[in-house]
């Protein structure tokens, strides 16, 4: 099992900053592929970062050039800094992990990922 522990999520205003955490515990299964998802009100949970096997990072359009992952291997923690957010930045923020066999790249959809973590929720305000 894995378990993920989410936090950093608050409100803001438009232009700020926020740092979402995720820390991983596994007592017995590895995993190699961890994501961030977010999810609005009336919308598909959609991905933004992957961390790839092999540690390679992939950022969505959306969030390219203000969403930056970074990690911390002796707490094996998993940050996302958020710069210069936009409203529609908004929602709640997921991290997930799972291990892929034999991949190079992790899955997009989030139903191909079996652990999570319980979500926090970012609000970007005008």
């Known amino acids: 099992q894995v378990q993920l522990v989410e936090s950093g999520g608050g409100s803001v205003k438009v232009g700020g900053s926020l740092i979402l955490s995720c820390e991983a515990a596994?007592?017995?299964?590895?995993?190699?592929?961890m994501a961030w998802f977010r999810q609005s009100p009336g919308k598909e949970r959609e991905g933004i970062v992957f961390i790839h096997p092999g540690g390679g990072t992939e950022y969505a359009d959306s969030v390219k050039g203000r969403f930056t992952i970074s990690q911390d291997s002796s707490t094996n923690t998993r940050f996302l800094q958020m710069n210069s957010l936009k409203p529609e930045d908004s929602g709640m923020y997921y991290c997930?992990?799972?291990?892929?066999?034999?991949?190079?790249?992790?899955?997009?959809?989030?139903?191909?990922?079996?652990?999570w973590g319980q979500g926090t929720q970012v609000t970007i305000s005008s």
């Open positions: 596994s007592s017995s299964v590895n995993f190699n592929c």
């Open positions: 997930a992990a799972d291990f892929v066999l034999g991949g190079l790249y992790c899955p997009t959809e989030h139903t191909a990922y079996s652990f």
